[in-house]
Every structure is written in C-alpha cells, then in structure tokens.
T-cell receptor, first 113, second 111 residues
Framework: DAGVIQSPRHEVTEMGQEVTLRCKPI?????LFWYRQTMMRGLELLIY????????DSGMPEDRFSAKMPNASFSTLKIQPSEPRDSAVYFC???FGQGYGYTFGSGTRLTVV | GQQLNQSPQSMFIQEGEDVSMNCTSS?????WLWYKQDPGEGPVLLIA?????ELTSNGRLTAQFGITRKDSFLNISASIPSDVGIYFC???????????FGKGTSLLVTP
C-alpha cells in the first residue's frame, strides 16, 4: 500500500488567497483525521471523519477553515482566506477502526506570506 | 482535547546509552501510543498499548501502559544515531474518540 498521500508537500501563498490541501487515505480505512503541527502548539486535531461523515470539527480554528470528504478515497482541507498565522504543517492520517494507531501522511508545509 | 504532559522536552545522549521518557494525563486513557517523527515526515507508530499494566516491546523499544491509566513510559535501550527524532506520546481518553498528542521529546544521539 502507498500509505496516506498528501498534496502538495509544500505550499507558499499570499495572505488572502484560498488554499486547498488534499489527502488520499489508505484504502479500507474508515477514519480520516486532519491535524495541524506548529512549534508552539504541537499536534492539534482539526477535524475527523468516519465513513466520510464529519464527526468532530471542534478543533477547526474558525470559519475560514473547512473540510470535506466526498468519498472514501479523498478529503480536502480548505482555508479561505488564508492568513500568516495559518502557516504550519498540516497532516492527514487514517485508521481502520477507532482507537487504533493512525497512519500519517508526510504532511503539507503551508507558508502564508 | 485532553492535555498530555510529556517529559523531558529534549535529551542529548551518547550512542549506546539507554533513554527513558514519559507521559502523564489528568484523565484516564483507554489507549496509549508512541510515535516517532523524523524531519520533514509525519509521525510513525512505534508501539500501541491497549490495557492498563501492559508492557510491550518492539526491538530496542519498550513501553508500558500505567496501572492508573493516566501515564505511560517509553524506554529505548542501547541508543544509536538513527534514533534521533521527536518522540510523541498519544492517547485516547474514555470520553474521547481521537488521538491527543503530547508536545514531544526531542532526542539527539551523538556517535
């Protein structure tokens, strides 16, 4: 299996622009998670899905952030409009079942200037 | 999410030394996991613990799920340079459904 695939690996954008991060989970996994990693706050859970349905989005910082999972093999995290404080590494992870070890993607490093 | 307190924040050791790091929580956890993150990559699962008191090994790594269900430790024996990275504890509380992560322990190993 190719693992969790995230794209792009790096994204540099100007403040105010829309940013879309993409994730392809491992086939057969029924949970998908979006995390954000910064030096100050560590790894923070933003949102997670079960069978393509959003279960908990309480970690989404504000309305500028939105996430979708139109099917079992694809999810997006969108930031509109982006701000410099959104600069971070965004990880997608998937798992089979709840409470088991997640498999993480390699992350998208977002820089908003 | 639940707060996990991980210590130490960083360690600088010589090759061959043993390493110990731990994680505590104010809440009871049902699952404890230990991950390692290399630069530019996502965290990779090292060990998973699902039962209080459980002691599990993976090569030179050993981890335990504390009896109180509020703590866990990870030991690395005979460290080698490729052990360098950031180690994270993670857990799921009995009131939650997703992993909460500690702030990580940065490990540096000198040859």
């Amino acid at each position: 299996d190719a693992g969790v695939i995230q794209s792009p690996r790096h994204e540099v954008t100007e403040m105010g622009q829309e940013v879309t991060l993409r994730c392809k989970p491992i086939s057969g996994h029924d949970y998908l998670f979006w995390y954000r990693q910064t030096m100050m706050r560590g790894l923070e859970l933003l949102i997670y899905f079960n069978n393509n349905v959003p279960i908990d989005d309480s970690g989404m910082p504000e309305d500028r952030f939105s996430a979708k999972m139109p099917n079992a093999s694809f999810s997006t995290l969108k930031i509109q409009p982006s701000e410099p404080r959104d600069s971070a590494v965004y990880f997608c992870a998937s798992s089979f079942g709840q409470g088991y070890g997640y498999t993480f993607g390699s992350g998208t490093r977002l820089t908003v200037v | 999410g639940q707060q996990l307190n991980q210590s130490p924040q960083s360690m600088f050791i010589q090759e061959g030394e043993d390493v110990s790091m731990n994680c505590t929580s104010s809440s009871i956890f049902n699952t404890w996991l230990w991950y390692k993150q290399d630069p530019g990559e996502g965290p990779v699962l090292l060990i998973a613990l699902y039962k209080a008191g459980e002691l599990t090994s993976n090569g030179r790594l050993t981890a335990q799920f504390g009896i109180t269900r509020k703590d866990s430790f990870l030991n690395i024996s005979a460290s080698i340079p490729s052990d360098v990275g950031i180690y994270f504890c993670a857990g799921i509380s009995n009131s939650g459904y997703a992993l909460n992560f500690g702030k990580g322990t940065s490990l540096l190993v000198t040859p």
